[in-house]
């Protein structure tokens, strides 16, 4: 396994390489809840379209959580597997009104991170990645998501073991990241993930980490 200083080497190396990402500010809690659910095996172009689609359809949220799961399907039918995430769409906005009361979800910010996770995750649909990404994007939380991409990542440096769920991958890499950089870490290996370190063809030569990566094609 790799150690905490060789971690911070990642960070180093991938900010050198493609900039430091800056957290861009607060976001809708809700909106961003929905739209991570949204993103579940599709493309960030698809997901976009059906939370737009979703919104015209329905600009109050108690209008959607009132609706039909059909009328909520056919809303977001361009992010895939419509059937599927409306019922849980409905549910979540079922579950939150009943709740809280309302929909503001803007008190989760200002949470105990885990208590706002071990809390969302009991929902249908919010597994530890999507409530992690809505704590990282819209609270600005220090919390290392793992999607597909930075799950692939880890294990090609070997940061976690090759039989690692993502589950056990944020789990073991939350402590091994430097404090304040896990959003540094994620999107730039989100980055890294779509053009250099790719699933099935990886461009090991143009990689900023080849010398440093076990799984490097290139001769060192």
């Known amino acids: 396994m790799q150690t905490q200083l060789q971690v911070s080497k990642v960070v180093q190396r991938l900010e050198a390489a493609f900039g430091e990402p800056k957290w861009q500010g607060n976001g809708d809690p809700l909106g961003d809840l929905i739209l991570t659910v949204l993103s579940q095996s599709t493309n960030d172009n698809n997901r976009d379209v059906a939370y737009g689609r979703l919104r015209e359809r329905f600009p109050d949220w108690k209008e959607a959580m009132e609706a039909p799961a059909t009328e909520i399907a056919d809303a977001i039918r361009p992010a895939g597997l419509g059937n599927q995430k409306s ?3 409905k549910d ?15 008190f989760i910010c200002d949470e105990d991170p885990q208590q706002i996770i071990d809390t969302f995750i009991q929902l249908k649909g919010v597994g530890i990645k999507t409530i992690s990404v809505v704590l990282m994007f819209t609270c600005g939380v220090d919390i290392f998501p793992v999607d597909t991409h930075v799950h692939r990542i880890c294990k090609r440096l070997e940061l976690v073991p090759e039989n690692a769920t993502a589950e056990k991958t944020h789990h073991l890499m939350q402590p091994k990241i430097p404090t304040g950089s896990c959003y540094s870490l994620h999107m730039n290996f989100l980055k890294l993930g779509r053009t250099i370190c790719q699933a099935r063809t990886p461009k090991c030569p143009e990689c900023p980490l080849k010398d440093i990566c076990p799984s490097s094609t290139v001769e060192p």
């Open 92 to 106: 979540i906005l079922i579950w939150i009104y009943k709740t809280y009361g309302d929909f503001d979800l803007d």
């Open 87 to 89: 019922v849980r769409i």
